[in-house]
């Protein structure tokens, strides 16, 4: 996570949803669902725009998605 000032900052362009990692890696909204299940290490979401309550559009920093793919380079591609 990039920080200034010793405080994380994530900028508006690398905020994603499920939707947009999906587009971007070249995979299913579903398949990125199931990371998240699957693996204990995948990004905590930064925010949520959603407004049916909690959890329920959650914005990742693309940032934090890159490292992710990188550290399981066998379910994506980053791109």
């Not at 000032?5 to 971007?24: H, K, S």
């Not at 699957?38 to 309550?53: E, I």
């Amino acid at each position: 996570m990039r920080t200034l000032e010793g405080r994380p900052v994530v900028f508006i362009e690398d905020l994603v949803g499920l939707g947009a990692i999906a587009q971007r890696v070249g995979v299913t909204r579903y398949a990125v669902l199931k990371w998240r299940d699957r693996f204990p290490d995948f990004p905590t979401p930064v925010a949520d725009a959603g407004s049916d309550g909690p959890g329920s559009a959650p914005l990742f920093d693309w940032v934090m998605i890159e490292k992710f793919l990188e550290d399981h380079p066998r379910i994506g591609v980053v791109g």
